[in-house]
């Protein structure tokens, strides 16, 4: 049974820092790994999708990172801003039954 | 483009009582999702759709819950009777194909049963 996992499930950081988050999951055998941003009282706004013939994608500061055979996936955020402060999670998708499957998320505050 | 559309956006209604969330996709997107996600959690699936066909409803409480997708564009998903646990954010996210594509969420309807 594929279990996600993320840690820390909160960060407090100042203004300006590169932070890593990490994501890792039980079973290797995913067909592709996706992060999204949450902010209090809304849905999820999707922010990397990789597939798992990836090893990385990168959109403006953010840039993730995958790695099947350890089971790890990073998000690294550049030049952190209060702006960025909000929920990360990441979602696998199970490569046998497709099902997407999610992390209980980090909780981010970025500090002026 | 238009995001996925969900309401109520709260809801408030005693146990035993039923209450009945609607979604509009993205325009095109055929895989419809319903999450279940309770505080300080990840989002849980509680039913799939691809079109109007069901794809996975492992995690659904069929006992008390149920969804449709008619058309297969709207989805409405209905909790009968409610229960305390039921008390979570109910999130509807749409995607354009089933597997490879990223999934859009809706803002969420705030469940509160007392």
């Known amino acids: 049974k594929q279990e996600v996992t993320q840690i820390p499930a909160a960060l407090s950081v100042p203004e300006g820092e590169n932070l890593v988050l990490n994501c890792s999951f039980t079973?290797?055998?995913?067909?592709?790994l996706q992060w999204f941003r949450q902010d209090p009282g809304k849905g999820l706004t999707s922010l990397l999708l990789i597939q798992s013939s990836q090893r990385e994608q990168t959109s403006g500061r953010l840039n993730a990172s995958l790695d099947k055979s350890s089971g790890r996936s990073t998000l690294y955020i550049a030049a952190s801003q209060p702006g960025d402060s909000a929920t990360y999670l990441c979602a696998v998708r199970v490569d046998s039954s497709y099902k997407l499957i999610f992390g209980s998320g980090t909780r981010l505050l970025v500090r002026p | 483009e238009a995001g996925v559309a969900q309401s109520p956006r709260y809801k408030i209604i005693e146990k035993r009582q039923s209450v009945a969330f609607w979604c509009n996709p993205i325009s095109g997107h055929a895989t419809l999702y319903w999450y279940q996600q309770i505080l300080g959690q990840g989002p849980k699936l509680l039913i799939q759709f691809q079109n109007n066909g069901v794809v996975d409803d492992s995690q659904l409480p069929k006992d008390r819950f149920s969804a449709e997708r008619l058309k297969g564009v709207d989805s409405t998903l209905k909790i009968q009777p409610a229960k305390l646990e039921d008390s979570a954010v109910y999130l509807c996210a749409s995607s354009l194909t089933q597997y490879g594509s990223p999934l859009h969420f809706g803002n969420g309807t705030r469940l509160t049963v007392t």
């Open positions: 079973d290797s055998a995913i067909y592709n």
